[in-house]
């Protein structure tokens, strides 16, 4: 079945440092993959969507790679801010893209420290 | 926020009660889902909608039913509530005039408790 794994364990960094956050995926093949942030008591909300055909997309001080040898994601978040603490979830395409389905990572949850 | 608001925003019921919750939008989307939320399984979907009362299961839809009779609101159902529903419940909506055309906006959540 398909899956999706996120670190598990909480990402503790210091300010200023770059955050790393990743996402594995297996038994799928996925025309696309999104970012959300989650604060807690909220919806999430949508950050960055890349392709497979795309390799890296960046948007101000985010930015994600898409490797779809290694079936991974990489969520960077430069010049980390204690504004940027909260949980990130990937999610994948799931089924047809006419559906606009998804599978959700758990997520991980970043804590960014003055 | 896309307009997206979720009622009740919290419920405690009991076991073997019906449960209804809304989702209403604003902007006229066509597709809208619903989530459920638990510790260490992260958003799993229960159903969707891909206008109206075309409607289709997700991965977590035993338990639940869902109907879409206008497209600004979709209704899940608990038919009878039980202990194992307890979770937050999350609405969200496909923004098909985006240029991703697949990213989703979610409502507030509504925090379903079962005793």
């Known amino acids: 079945s398909q899956k999706i794994e996120q670190n598990s364990e909480a990402l503790n960094i210091q300010e200023g440092k770059t955050a790393t956050l990743t996402c594995n995926y297996t038994n799928y093949s996925p025309a696309y993959l999104q970012w959300y942030r989650q604060d807690p008591g909220r919806g999430p909300v949508f950050l960055l969507l890349i392709r497979e055909n795309e390799k890296e997309k960046r948007k101000e001080r985010l930015k994600v790679t898409f490797d779809t040898t290694l079936k991974q994601s990489l969520f960077h978040i430069t010049a980390s801010q204690p504004a940027d603490s909260a949980t990130y979830l990937c999610?994948?395409?799931?089924?047809?893209?006419?559906?606009?389905?998804?599978?959700f990572g758990q997520g991980t949850t970043l804590q960014v420290k003055p | 926020d896309a307009g997206i608001t979720q009622s009740p925003r919290h419920k405690v019921t009991e076991t073997g009660t019906p449960v209804t919750l809304r989702c209403h939008q604003t902007e006229n989307h066509r597709y809208m889902y619903w989530y459920r939320q638990d510790p260490g399984h992260g958003l799993r979907l229960i159903h969707y909608s891909y206008g109206v009362k075309d409607t289709d299961k997700g991965e977590v839809s035993d338990g639940y039913s869902v109907s879409r009779s206008k497209t600004e609101d979709f209704l899940l159902t608990l038919e009878s509530a039980t202990s194992s529903q307890t979770s937050v419940y999350f609405c969200?909506?496909?923004?098909?005039?985006?240029?991703?055309?697949?990213?989703?906006?979610f409502g507030p959540g509504t925090r379903l408790t079962v005793l």
């Open positions: 999610a994948l395409q799931h089924g047809s893209s006419n559906t606009g389905k998804l599978i």
């Open positions: 969200a909506i496909r923004d098909l005039s985006r240029d991703t055309n697949n990213e989703q906006f």
